[in-house]
C-alpha cells in the first residue's frame, strides 16, 4: 500500500518512478484489510483522512477503477462505565446513551451502556492498491511485479542502483515500503531498520436476517459491514514472526467479539478465514525518514494504519525528496 501511494505521489511530482514489486500487488496486509479508515487521536490521522477525497477523485480518474470509498458512520461502544468515562473524555464524535444506541443500531447488544458515533470512511483495499498503480503507469511509472530488490550498490554515502534478480536499476532515490519486510531489504544497504511483523486475523461473515448497518469499533477489534451483505471481523495483533497463517484460537477470538458485539451475529455463517502482516516499530511510530545513506527513505511502520496513513505518508516521502535537492 504504502510503496504504490509513494509511487503515485512522486509520478504526479513528474518524478520517472520504478516499482519493484517483490510478490503481486496487494498481495500482503493492503490486500487482506478490512478497509476501514477510522482516525484516532495520533498524531497525523485526521490530517490523512482529510487528503482521501482529493486522493480517490485523483487515482479514480486516472486508473479509470473505482475504489468504492465512501463516508459512514461507525460506533465505538463502552460495556462498562469506566469504558464509557474514557470515550467521553476523548471528545472524539458523539455521545450516545443505552437507548440512543438502540435506536441508532438494533442490532448492537443490550449490555452496551453507551457509544460514541463517528464519522470515518471505508474503501476496498486491493481495488485502492491496483487504482494507485494504475494511476501512477498513466503517468509512466514502471511497475515490476514479482520482482524483489535482492540488494544495492553502493557509491560511498550513497545508493548507485538496487540489484534485482532481472539485472541493476539505476536511481537519484531509493524509497524501501516494503512493510514487515523493510528491515530484511534495508539490511542489503547497510542500513538497520527497528520493524517486524505482527500478524491480523480476519473473517468473513455471512450475518443472515442480522443487519448491521455501522463499522463498530471495541478493545482492538472491528466489525466492517459490507456492501455485498457480508460482515468483516478482525483484527488480531499477534507476534507470529512471519507466519501469515490464520490459526483456530485467532480466528474464536474473532467470532467471540462477534458475539459479544452483536448477539445475532452468533447464527452467522464463516464464510472465510485470512490473515496478513503489519509492520510495527519499536514505539509503535511509523518510519518516514532519510536514512545514513544520503539517497536512500525509509517508509514503514504504519502498524494497523497503513491504508489510512497512505496518503500522507506518500506526502512526506515526497517533500523528503523535495527538500533534499
Known amino acids: 500500500m504504502i510503496g504504490c501511494a509513494v509511487a503515485e505521489r512522486l509520478s504526479l511530482d513528474r518524478h520517472q518512478v520504478t516499482l519493484l514489486?517483490?510478490?503481486?500487488?496487494?498481495?500482503?496486509?493492503?490486500?487482506?484489510?478490512?478497509?476501514e479508515l477510522s482516525p484516532s487521536s495520533l498524531p497525523g490521522d485526521h490530517e490523512s483522512l482529510a487528503m482521501f477525497p482529493e486522493v480517490v477523485a485523483r487515482v479514480e480518474k486516472d486508473s479509470s477503477m473505482s475504489v468504492e470509498y465512501h463516508v459512514q458512520?461507525?460506533?465505538?461502544?463502552?460495556?462498562?462505565?469506566?469504558e464509557a468515562a474514557g470515550l467521553k473524555a476523548d471528545k472524539n464524535g458523539r455521545w450516545l446513551d443505552a437507548v440512543e444506541c438502540r435506536e441508532t443500531e438494533p442490532a448492537l447488544s443490550h449490555e452496551v451502556v453507551g457509544a460514541v458515533l463517528l464519522e470515518h470512511a471505508?474503501?476496498?483495499?486491493?481495488?485502492?492498491?491496483?487504482?494507485?498503480?494504475?494511476?501512477a503507469t498513466a503517468r509512466g511509472a514502471v511497475i515490476h511485479e514479482g520482482t524483489p530488490a535482492i540488494g544495492f550498490q553502493r557509491d560511498g554515502q550513497s545508493i548507485a542502483s538496487v540489484q534485482t534478480p532481472d539485472g541493476a536499476i539505476t536511481s537519484d532515490w531509493v524509497v524501501i515500503a516494503a512493510g514487515p519486510w523493510s528491515r530484511e531489504v534495508a539490511s542489503g544497504a547497510g542500513v538497520d531498520v527497528e520493524v517486524r511483523p505482527q500478524r491480523g486475523q480476519l473473517a468473513a461473515l455471512d450475518p443472515g436476517a442480522t443487519v448491521l448497518k455501522r463499522s463498530l469499533f471495541w478493545s482492538n477489534g472491528y466489525l466492517v459491514p459490507k456492501g455485498d451483505g457480508t460482515v468483516i471481523a478482525g483484527g488480531t495483533e499477534e507476534d507470529s514472526g512471519f507466519d501469515d497463517r490464520p490459526t483456530?484460537?485467532?480466528?474464536?477470538?474473532?467470532?467471540?467479539?462477534?458475539?459479544?458485539?452483536?448477539?445475532?451475529?452468533?447464527?452467522?455463517?464463516?464464510?472465510?478465514?485470512?490473515?496478513?502482516?503489519?509492520?510495527?516499530?519499536?514505539?509503535g511510530k511509523?518510519?518516514?525518514?532519510?536514512?545514513?545513506?544520503?539517497?536512500?527513505?525509509?517508509?514503514?511502520?504504519?502498524?494497523?494504519?497503513?491504508?489510512?496513513?497512505?496518503?500522507?505518508?506518500?506526502?512526506?516521502?515526497?517533500?523528503?525528496?523535495s527538500r533534499s535537492r
Do not use: C, Y
Open 73 to 82: 458512520q461507525g460506533m465505538r461502544p463502552a460495556f462498562t462505565e469506566e
Open 248 to 283: 483456530l484460537d485467532g480466528i474464536a477470538s474473532l467470532l467471540q467479539l462477534a458475539r459479544k458485539l452483536v448477539p445475532g451475529l452468533g447464527a452467522a455463517s464463516l464464510l472465510r478465514v485470512w490473515a496478513g502482516l503489519r509492520p510495527v516499530t519499536g514505539d
Open 122 to 135: 471505508h474503501l476496498t483495499p486491493p481495488r485502492f492498491v491496483r487504482a494507485l498503480a494504475r494511476a
Open 21 to 35: 514489486e517483490r510478490d503481486q500487488l496487494a498481495a500482503h496486509a493492503s490486500g487482506a484489510a478490512a478497509g
Open 286 to 321: 511509523p518510519i518516514v525518514a532519510i536514512t545514513d545513506v544520503r539517497n536512500l527513505i525509509v517508509a514503514t511502520g504504519h502498524h494497523r494504519k497503513g491504508i489510512l496513513l497512505a496518503p500522507l505518508a506518500a506526502v512526506r516521502v515526497s517533500e523528503l525528496i
